[in-house]
């Protein structure tokens, strides 16, 4: 009788572990599900436009799912668009720093009006620290203070004396402008 149990115990034994083990895939599974629906949510708030919800949903994706360079390219999108371009540039760098090994690991498919293509994500955050960094570099420029040519200078002293005389004409009296407009016609 003992060995008749003996046998049933290590089945039984080996039935729970595939238990806990299904237990513990299908909870990594659903954690899984639930993540990608947040990137979707993510997506869709970038889309849309809605910045606060987009970076809501992931700053907490970026600590859960930290080797995912998608979440951190959408989350860089998010600080770009709202004029945080220090912080969209440091993760930018990261990420070309990052897949910098192995280029074309990660690629997005952009679509245009008439085809699409794939592009390797290093290349896109590359581009996109490129422009950061071209815009972060051009400085405003002062208007320079310089001497004006003579010719303007000859016309803004025809344009003082004009406005003089114009100004002289009309501080005559009434009866000498009278006489004037007579003696022309």
Same mark, same amino acid.
């Given at each position: ?7 049933? $115990? &290590?089945? !039984?034994?080996? #039935?729970?572990?595939? @238990? ?11 954690? %899984?599900? /639930? ?5 979707? &949510? !993510? ?17 907490? @994706?970026?600590?859960?799912?930290? &080797? ?13 668009? *709202? ?14 720093? *990052? ?5 074309? #690991?990660? *690629? ?11 592009? =390797?994500?290093?290349? @896109?955050?590359? /581009? #996109?620290?490129?422009?950061?960094? !071209? ?5 405003? %420029?002062?208007?320079? &203070?310089?001497? @004006?040519?003579?010719?303007? *200078?000859?016309?803004?002293? $025809?344009?003082?004396? $004009? ?10 009296? #009434?009866?000498? +402008?009278? =006489? +004037? /407009? +007579?003696?022309?016609?």
């Amino acid at each position: 009788m003992m060995r008749f149990m003996l046998p049933l $115990t &290590k089945a !039984a034994f080996i #039935k729970a572990c595939l @238990l806990l083990l299904g237990f513990f895939a299908t909870s990594h599974v659903l954690a %899984q599900s /639930s993540e990608i629906d947040q990137i979707t &949510k !993510a997506h869709e708030a970038i889309t849309n436009r809605d910045w606060a919800s987009g970076e809501s949903i992931l700053v907490p @994706l970026t600590q859960s799912q930290p &080797k995912n360079p998608f979440v951190f390219y959408d989350l860089a999108q998010v600080y770009e668009n *709202t004029n945080r371009h220090d912080l969209a540039k440091q993760i930018y760098q990261g990420l070309t720093n *990052t897949l910098s090994s192995d280029p074309n #690991k990660y *690629t997005i498919v952009v679509r245009a009006p008439y085809a699409s293509r794939l592009v =390797s994500l290093m290349s @896109l955050a590359q /581009s #996109k620290l490129n422009a950061i960094n !071209a815009m972060q570099t051009v400085v405003p %420029q002062s208007v320079a &203070k310089i001497p @004006l040519p003579a010719m303007i *200078t000859a016309m803004a002293t $025809t344009q003082q004396i $004009t406005s003089s005389v114009v100004a002289s004409f009309s501080d005559e009296p #009434k009866s000498s +402008r009278g =006489s +004037r /407009s +007579r003696a022309k016609n």
